[in-house]
Every structure is written in C-alpha cells, then in structure tokens.
C-alpha cells in the first residue's frame, strides 16, 4: 500500500471562486478534429485530423468516442506518461448518457468522474481536473471533451438525410476533441503549457429562450453571469487578462454578451474572443453564427490558444466554455434552455 | 472579497483511491420517493412520499425534477442553512442531458458540477463533494441525484402505454431522489450523520453484456473491480466494514459480485447488502430483481442506512453504487453495456 502525504492550500474567493495556490500545470494537450474544422482558418494547427468524420468507426457515435480516444492517447503520449500514470480522468460530452465518453475511455483503465455540463463540459472537466490536482488527490489527472456534428445533430436535431434547413442564428456543432493533462509539477527541463490558477463556477441561468437553433442567446446570459461575479470575486476588471475566451456563443452570442457586460459596468470588447467565431470561416463554409459543441472549445484551446500561452504571447487568459442544458425531451416538452458557464483562470508559466 | 484559507492534507492511497483526513462530515440528508418506494419495506423511512408519481408537474421528467428539488430543499432545511450557504452541488441523473438535474437544481442559483455516472451517481458526487469539503474548497457541499421509473422507461426502454413485459432478471427503476449535505465542521450541539474518510474511483469495467434487461449482470464486474481495488489500496479485507452496501445490483448482480469476490479471496457474504434489494418486496410488488436507477441508492442511504451509522449501530461501511454506461443509442446499435462502481467509505463519528 503506498501513500503519498501532500499539504495543500486553497483559498475560497468571494461567492463561488477559489484561488489554487498550488500548482495545478497545464502539462500537455492535444486536439483531434473533423474535415470541416480542418479546412477552416485554424485547420494547420490541430493535433489530428480525420481523414473522413466516421474515424473509421460505424456510427458517428463511436466515431466520437474515437475522437476521445484518440486525443487522450496523443495528450498522454506528448506528456510521455502512460495511462497507468494518470490517477483520474473527468470526462463528457453532449450525447445522452456520455455516451462517446464511456466508450472512448473504456480501454485507458483510469479511474473516471463522468461529467455532464453541455457545452461548457471543457470549463468544467478543468476546473475539477485543476482543484484535484492543486488538493494533492493527484499528479497527474486528464480532462477530455468532444463533440460530432453528426452525432450532435441525431441527438438534438434530425439525422443528417433529413436535410434540415438551419437559421442564421443557429451554430454548427464542431467535430473534435481536446483532451489535457495536468500535473502538480513539470517534468525535469520540460516547460508546462500554463497553469490554471482560479476557477468560477457557474449557475444555472435561464433567461427563458425556447429557441434551439438559438444557443448564443440561451448562453450568453451564463456566461455574463459567470464571467460578472468572477470579476467581483476577485475584485479585479477586463483589463487583467490579455483574452477574455468564451466557448461557443457564436457571433449572436456575443454580441449579446459584450452588451450585456457593458450594462453591467465591464467593457470587455477588447478582450474578447469566441472559439466559436474563430474555427469556421462562414463565408467559405455556411456554419451560420460560428461553431458550437464541447469539442470547439476544448480543440481550440488546444490547438490555438494553449500555445500562444505557452509561449508568452498570452500571459493570462479567462476561458469561459458556455453550456446549454436543454435535452430533445425538455425542447420537445416547451421548456425553455437554461445555460451554465465555468471559468478557468490560465496563466503563462516563466521557465 | 473575501477569502478563506484552510490547509488541507489528503492522502493518495494506492492505485485509485484516497483517504480523507480532514473532515467531510455528512451533515443532513434527505430522500423523497414515490407510491411505490412507499409500500415497500422501508416505505416508513423516506422524509417525502409523492401523492402519485407526477408531483404536480405535467411530464415525468420534471416529475423527476421536482425530486432533486424537494429532495435538497429538505436536506438543506434539516441542515438548517440556505442555498446561499452551499459553495457547490455535484449532481446528476439517469435522464439525457441530465435534464431532471438542470431543471430540479436551476432555482437553487448554487454553483453546479453536473454529472453523469449512470446509478452510481450517488456514489460518484459522494466522492467529488466530500474531496471537495475536504480540500477546503467550500465548508459546505451538497450532492444530489434522482431516477424515476416512468422517465427512465421512456429514455431507454419504452413509454409505460406500450404494456412492455420484463424478464425476472430485470430491475424497477426507482422514483425518488437523495440529497446530501456534506460540511467541514459540525454546528455546536449537532452530530452529524457520519463522516466520509475514503474514496475509491471506479474504471469502466465490460464483461461484453449485451442484455439491458439485466443490469445485474453488466454491473457487477465492475463493483467487483472497484470494491477489490479498494481491499488493495487499504490493505485491509471485508471485516474491517460491518456493511458493505452496493447501490443497486439486485438480486441477480449481488449474487454474481458475491461469487466473484470469493473467486478473489474476498468473501463479502456476511457484510454485503443492497440497496435494490432492500427496497421492494418482489413477492408483493412485482420488482423482479430489485429496485434500480440512482435514485435507488441515494433514498436507501438516506431513509435507511445513515440512521444507523449516526446511531452508531454501523460503525463503518463501505457504500458502492454502481452504474451502467448504456444509453438508447448504444444499445440499439449494438454495443456492449460497461459499468462503472464508485465506493465511499462512511464512518460513525462519536461526539
């Protein structure tokens, strides 16, 4: 029986924030992609990409859980670890029953806490991941999300031979997977990508949007929500980041974001980005408001946002993946689509 | 802002499992179920029976919801705190989406974890929420979770009008929901119900079942994986526990898990018990193998087991609620049905 007896501080931070002082690294990342994402303005930057979005699968649904595999093995590879190495995983998606997460780390044997929080699953999956990490549950700990247009659309949708016909307003669900391991040191001349230094954990907000071709306006209330009371935790303002990065909200989203905060005293147009925004190019590609789903935010972290912290180029950045928790039943029974945002605080590194 | 610092030491104990030397004490819980639940065995335990299975909404899935909300109403009542005194709620439910989780917990306004570990939830957000408390991340820390016999028929089998038969093999979806209040100290005068002192995280296990009418038998390999790796971690064998509780293998999975432990070297027969078992009265109700779902073994652990541990007449168990990974999508298309155990060890606290 082995023991490992670690001291650790934690700090509570006004309403629903904590400060990690101990380090919870950002060690390695990696991101695995559809055809779609890899024709657009970010295509040369992802880990992986798939030579058709079936990953040699079936069913777009072990297509995803693929995806998953796929990118935790490159994540852990890239960290030289093994998955023996890993002490936990937090892992979800947007299927019914995590159903790409189940199957897709079924082989890697790490202990699993299975995840739901929609969109916002990559936010969520650090946050935990990172809180585990600096409270000394573990040395190194995995967090992976993904998401399948294909897989996506059956699910909430229609099946794809339907052909349905999409709204301007309504956002493209990417396919991809980002998947992180974290670590409570860096290995010996290795530097960390970055390191999550605080999180904000979201409510559920529902500003009573019944429209599901709409997920910019049903989160963006979320993530104003998340994004206001971390500024009033930590009693800080825009200014303190480089990149204020929501998930998903597509460029309807936010807007009504950006307005929003700005009633509310904060102007963080400078500041900030949407991973939705930056992975299609719509004029090329017809995705409506931009890109959606738990893998745009975690492929683009990755892929994009990650390295340009690792470098410097970024020193601090909020990361605000935004979740819409509607289900086909809850749509299909007129309820309206509460949304949910976390926040992780991350940070360069000087080696 | 306010800030709180608490120094922390957790314990890694193994290959997956920790123990909790700081406090996680179960402060209050609470267990809301349905008619059926209510003639059973333990019918006289629950805090809340329904007048009938809807609770006063018009869909059984925010019938369900409605249970996570009474539920952790009553739980923080007894508890007597507010929803603005809880720092987090880890939840989650059986449903796609985990709608009844999002729409039950939305008016609490407290920061959410959302999860998804099928019935092993109760044990899942038991583990999550106690590390948490534990790691002072927050003093006080709720988990939640719920099934619903007629939701889950129409998520993964069939609407209740079709008149579906079952197999004696199968198990009954329970109706009710458990919710638990998790604190890092006690208020003066007040012993709490227990105490939470380790936590063993389960892997996914599949032995390749591919009959969803027999949960029992998907299930139980993997409370087996999770219960031995926990006998190893510890160094300890089932004597050290005076139950050793699984959340809902029924009768047919209880007496595989039984069978398997002793192939091991573990024999379990004298301490084992189950929730599933404990809650229906098969001869009188037409149960078949026992009761199921989450809200399974988070009722019984309420009503039933938690009385005992605060009375001292358990002194220790070990609680381990399992979960099967399937969902609509997976077993239509084929696939097998993996299981997940997470164990929590709770303990008697003399005051």
């Known amino acids: ?6 001291k650790c501080t934690s700090v509570q931070v006004g309403k629903r924030s904590v400060r990690l002082d101990k380090p919870a690294y950002i060690l390695q990342s990696a991101s695995v992609v559809g055809t779609k994402e890899s024709e657009g303005p970010l295509g040369d930057l992802f880990d992986l990409v798939g030579e058709n979005d079936k990953f040699g699968e079936d069913s777009w649904e072990m297509a995803e859980a693929t995806l998953q595999k796929d990118a935790l093995t490159l994540a852990i590879g890239k960290a030289k670890l093994t998955p023996r190495d890993i002490r936990y ?3 979800g998606d947007l299927l019914g029953q995590a159903m790409a997460s189940s199957f897709g780390l079924e082989s890697f044997e790490i202990p699993l806490f299975g995840l739901y929080g929609a969109c916002s699953t990559c936010g969520e999956s650090l946050s935990l991941a990172a809180m585990t990490v600096a409270a000394g549950y573990g040395n190194y700990v995995a967090a ?6 294909a897989s996506a659309e059956k699910q909430f949708r229609f099946p ?10 309504a956002t493209w669900t990417v396919t991809g997977s980002g998947a992180y391991i974290l670590g409570s040191k860096t290995k010996e001349n290795e530097s960390p990508l970055g390191r999550i230094t605080g999180v904000t954990t979201g ?16 989160m963006a209330p979320a993530a104003c929500e998340t994004i206001e009371t971390h500024f009033k935790d ?4 825009p200014k303190e980041y480089d990149k204020i990065i929501t998930g998903d909200l597509g460029t309807v989203g936010s807007e009504i974001l950006t307005t929003m905060l700005k009633e509310r005293g904060y102007e963080i147009s400078r500041q900030h980005e949407d991973c939705g925004v930056k992975i299609f190019d719509d004029e090329t590609q017809n995705t409506g408001a ?4 738990c893998g745009c935010s975690a492929s683009v972290l990755s892929a994009y946002y990650l ?3 690792a470098s410097g180029e970024l020193k601090k950045i909020l990361f605000v993946p935004t979740g819409a928790l509607l289900s086909p039943v809850s749509f299909n029974e007129g309820q309206s689509v509460p949304g949910i945002a976390h926040a992780v605080v991350i940070e360069h590194v000087e080696v």
């Open 160 to 169: 794809l031979e339907y052909a349905n016909q999409r709204p301007m307003c």
């Open 234 to 237: 930590f009693g800080i303002n």
């Open 144 to 149: 992976v999300t993904s998401s399948h247009f």
């Open 89 to 91: 995983v937090f892992a």
């Open 307 to 309: 390295p340009k912290i």
């Open 290 to 293: 931009g890109g959606s789903g």
């Open 1 to 6: 029986m082995s023991t490992k007896n670690t």
């Open 203 to 218: 409510v559920i907000v529902d500003y009573g949007i019944k429209d599901s071709m709409n997920m910019g306006a049903a």
